[in-house]
T-cell receptor
Framework: GQQLNQSPQSMFIQEGEDVSMNCTSSSIFNTWLWYKQDPGEGPVLLIALYKAGELTSNGRLTAQFGITRKDSFLNISASIPSDVGIYFCAGQPSRGSNYKLTFGKGTLLTVNP | AAGVIQSPRHLIKEKRETATLKCYPIPRHDTVYWYQQGPGQDPQFLISFYEKMQSDKGSIPDRFSAQQFSDYHSELNMSSLELGDSALYFC?????????????FGEGSRLTVL
């Protein structure tokens, strides 16, 4: 099945710094989504991307759907302590997907105040 | 706004016992998905239902079964529990006819098998 390679696995940054993480795939995805998960909680949808090349922002978050449809990145600007958590990329395949998502392995973000 | 409701939030079982998890989707959502997330792992798709019919099947063990009822809530039944079944189980739902992958997740049910 499809696999998503998400990097980095973890990041330790200072409050106020910008963060960038990305996902790549060997196969095409129809939709890319970015979720944030706090410990013991369910993933929360941050940004959804539907078209190749699309650049979408949600507050301090910006994400892009790669032009090849095989990658996506998420940027967080001016990080704050509450940005701490695990960020997952997720993709919906373009064929026979039945809407289910394939998740990346996640990026653990730690923000030092 | 109403979210996906899962119960119980925590469950402790012995090996070989059975467990049932319940999921109540967001009102008007007709599709339900079940995911399993082991410690430090990404969520793995188990099974999904659309309009009370199974729509897709992932890495769900044969010991597990699920169904969606007429009120769209879903139950995941797990039998002959094994230690490796200890995980967070998430239910997610999506809007009718929403094919863009926007899934909304519940808070999860943490199953511990001793």
């Amino acid at each position: 099945g499809q696999q998503l390679n998400q990097s980095p696995q973890s990041m330790f940054i200072q409050e106020g710094e910008d963060v960038s993480m990305n996902c790549t795939s060997s196969s095409i995805f129809n939709t890319w989504l970015w979720y944030k998960q706090d410990p013991g909680e369910g993933p929360v949808l941050l940004i959804a991307l539907y078209k190749a090349g699309e650049l979408t922002s949600n507050g301090r978050l910006t994400a892009q759907f790669g032009i090849t449809r095989k990658d996506s990145f998420l940027n967080i600007s001016a990080s704050i302590p509450s940005d701490v958590g695990i960020y997952f990329c997720a993709g919906q395949p373009s064929r026979g997907s039945n809407y289910k998502l394939t998740f990346g392995k996640g990026t653990l973000l730690t923000v030092n105040p | 706004a109403a979210g996906v409701i899962q119960s119980p939030r925590h469950l402790i079982k012995e090996k070989r016992e059975t467990a049932t998890l319940k999921c109540y989707p967001i009102p008007r959502h007709d599709t339900v998905y079940w995911y399993q997330q082991g410690p430090g792992q990404d969520p793995q798709f188990l099974i999904s239902f659309y309009e009370k019919m199974q729509s897709d099947k992932g890495s769900i063990p044969d010991r597990f079964s699920a169904q969606q009822f007429s009120d769209y809530h879903s139950e995941l039944n797990m039998s002959s529990l094994e230690l490796g079944d200890s995980a967070l189980y998430f239910c997610a739902s999506s809007l009718p006819g929403k094919s863009n992958g926007e899934l909304f997740f519940g808070e999860g049910s943490r199953l511990t098998v001793l």
